[in-house]
């Protein structure tokens, strides 16, 4: 294990790196092969086994308010209320990680590519922070492991947007303003060729009502940590905000699906 890339979360995702180019091996490799889903859960039939883990409110802060994550008819439903606390009481969190099939879960290998598609609707109360507000993680199993990725909703010179960034660099892959997401559904693409050193690969697309927001790629990038890559889900933000934009918010997931490249 390489233990000097495992770093303490919590710290708020600082700067601008370079903003990604278009163009990507993953993208070109992917017209040459095929994907073969391996994931589709729903949430009226598998529930909360969809997920490898599930992280509602592990430290009890809100009993009141629980479940914070829960089925709502086709979606997945993820509150959070201003009195919720994460075990570290600066930050709160209610997130499910890994992909679940039955008694099993889904092994993200280096070498490997893949590829999650799902919608998501963020309502106007899950504002952009001045800190860290995640939601959506790739990241290496265990805790007090770093985030590999992070799609994270952040303000800039006071404008919300939405990112993604390599958090263990800083590089920027790309970024758009929230408004259009907003009181919308979003379809989501992810992929990710899972390497080290320079061997990995991103590509990120946001589509709205058929029109693209948003679509960037990387290539030669280092996209792993140890032992295996899984994703997480969920509402990941710290209360250090400057601009009042915490307050009792939700996000749904639905139409959930993970494929990988033959």
Request: with cysteine; glycine share 10%.
């Amino acid at each position: 294990m390489n233990t000097s890339r495992r770093t303490v979360l919590g710290a708020a995702l600082g700067g601008a790196a370079a903003a990604a180019l278009p163009g990507s091996a993953l993208a070109t490799s992917a017209a040459a092969a095929s994907w073969r889903l391996r994931w589709s859960p729903t949430a009226s039939g598998d529930g909360m086994r969809a997920w490898e883990t599930v992280e509602d409110d592990r430290a009890d802060s809100h009993t009141a308010g629980q479940p914070h994550i829960r089925t709502e008819g086709a979606n997945w439903r993820f509150t959070m209320h201003m009195v919720d606390r994460d075990s570290s009481t600066d930050r709160q969190r209610q997130e499910v990680t890994g992909c679940r099939k039955g008694d099993s879960y889904l092994r993200w290998l280096p070498g490997q590519t893949w590829r999650l598609t799902y919608k998501m609707f963020l309502p106007s109360s899950l504002k952009a922070t001045t800190s860290f507000t995640h939601i959506m993680q790739m990241k290496q199993p265990g805790q007090g492991s770093s985030p590999i990725v992070v799609q994270s909703l952040r303000r800039v010179d006071g404008v919300q947007t939405i990112e993604l960034q390599l958090f263990t660099s800083g590089l920027l892959i790309g970024r758009t303003a929230l408004a259009p997401l907003h009181d919308a559904w979003t379809d989501v693409d992810f992929q990710m060729k899972i390497g080290n050193g320079s061997s990995g690969s991103i590509r990120w697309i946001l589509k709205s009502g058929g029109t693209t927001l948003i679509d960037k790629s990387r290539t030669g990038i280092d996209t792993f940590l140890d032992d295996r890559v899984r994703p997480k889900w969920g509402i990941y933000r710290s209360l250090g905000d400057t601009s009042g934009s915490l307050k009792d918010c939700h996000m749904l997931l639905t139409d959930m699906r993970a494929y990988q490249l033959d």
